[in-house]
């Protein structure tokens, strides 16, 4: 089993395990490992989401059954249709809590119409505070003690305000936390800054970083840094995923008008539209001819396509600077990584801690405006081609989920479904 699969076996700030030699992993992969048969009732905020689709359908490639119940963004474009039973729970929007709160309730009528397919689940898989909430009442409805998960890829910004609504959103998860069998984060600081110091948690957690999930059985992880751009200058910067850090965007057209000729600019994905409206970037890209904005993506089709012609993936986000932008670990790291890129984050964060331990990259310290331009200023294709070198020293399982998502299945069925409580 991966070292990190054990929770407490690598606090935040401690060198992690190395990655296991390639051969390792092919041999490891060579093995077919038997399906695992669980039922899985996922609550998901958002049936359109990438990562909500993404987790679904590596449950499923694993053998799990999956029954999902969702709510939908108001402002969500229409995806393919899911490859799941699916409960549409009905719509709801960013941030709007008390929103939120009254389509949770709607929706609890609709959950006790399920209650012989609620009943047949192992595991109650809950993404959110307020999902893992309506995950809580569903497995009451089930009349089953089933193991219940709650999966966490952001700190969001309500659960860390010192004020009485932050004090309340903190309460209430800490109350949900003490009937979790298992805690499952993208990145250790969220429990080495968050769970353990803020929320008392002491209780049992999974590292599920945000790698890389094949689009199916058949696809092979490329080696790291198979493929390549052009030789620059210019250097192309590529901000993909989701776009919402208008510091990022400031800097980034700062350095495409102060070397026109040495920098382009592309980004890719869809905006926060709460923190970054598509026509403030779309107003940023007009007026330079270095700089281009070509939408969403699909990932992980598009992800060769759009990395492989970047030299530089910039990791690097300031929305939630101090709290979850300096804890988490993003998509792009992983997906950058797998396809080529090299990284550009942010010194002092676990991005650029990682970025840093694995010398697949650079680190800029503040004041980040004045180092990106001097970083660009002083990069060379000799740098470029040694970081590169380093980069496919990495085995593809540092950013590719080969097995991740098997342990986690595995690690759920050995939960016991009643919990210890945790300290409140």
Known sequence: ????????????????????????????????????????????????????????????????????????????????????????????????????????????????????????????????????????????????????????????????????????????????????????????????????????????????????????????????????????????IGWFGTLRCVRSLKILCALADRFPDRVHVVLRGRPSERDLPTDTIRAAVAGRSNMAYHGPYRSPDDLPDIYGAVHLSWSIDYLDAGTNSDWLLPNRVYEGGLHGALQVARQGTATGRMVDRLGIGWTLPEPLEECAEAFIRRLSSADIASARERLAGCDAAVFADETDTRQLLERMMRSRSQPKASKP
């Open 1 to 236: 089993m991966n070292e990190l699969a054990d929770h407490r076996t690598w606090k935040a700030g401690d060198d992690a395990p190395a990655p296991l030699p390639a051969t390792a992993h092919a041999a490891a992969s060579a093995a077919a490992a038997p399906a695992v048969r669980s039922r899985i009732a996922f609550f998901g905020h958002d049936a359109n989401e990438s990562t909500i689709r993404k987790r679904i359908g590596a449950f499923l490639r694993h053998g799990a059954h999956v029954h999902a119940f969702t709510f939908r963004r108001d402002h969500a474009n229409a995806t393919a249709p899911e490859r799941w039973p699916n409960v549409a729970l009905g719509t709801t929007s960013d941030r709007n809590y008390l929103s939120r709160i009254a389509k949770l309730v709607r929706a609890v009528p609709r959950l006790a119409r399920h209650r012989r397919a609620l009943a047949r689940c192992d595991v109650f898989y809950a993404r959110n505070l307020d999902m893992l909430a309506l995950a809580a009442l569903a497995q009451r409805l089930s009349g089953k003690r089933s193991r219940l998960v709650y999966e966490v890829l952001d700190v969001q910004r309500v659960m860390t305000r010192s004020d009485i609504v932050g004090r309340a959103f903190r309460l209430a998860e800490r109350i949900l936390l003490r009937r979790c069998t298992l805690l499952v984060v993208s990145s250790p600081d969220f429990v080495a800054h968050y769970f353990e110091p803020s929320q008392g948690y002491r209780g049992p957690w999974y590292l599920l970083e945000n790698k890389v999930v094949p689009a199916d059985d058949g696809m092979q992880s490329p080696a790291p840094g198979a493929r390549s751009p052009p030789p620059g200058p210019p250097w192309v």
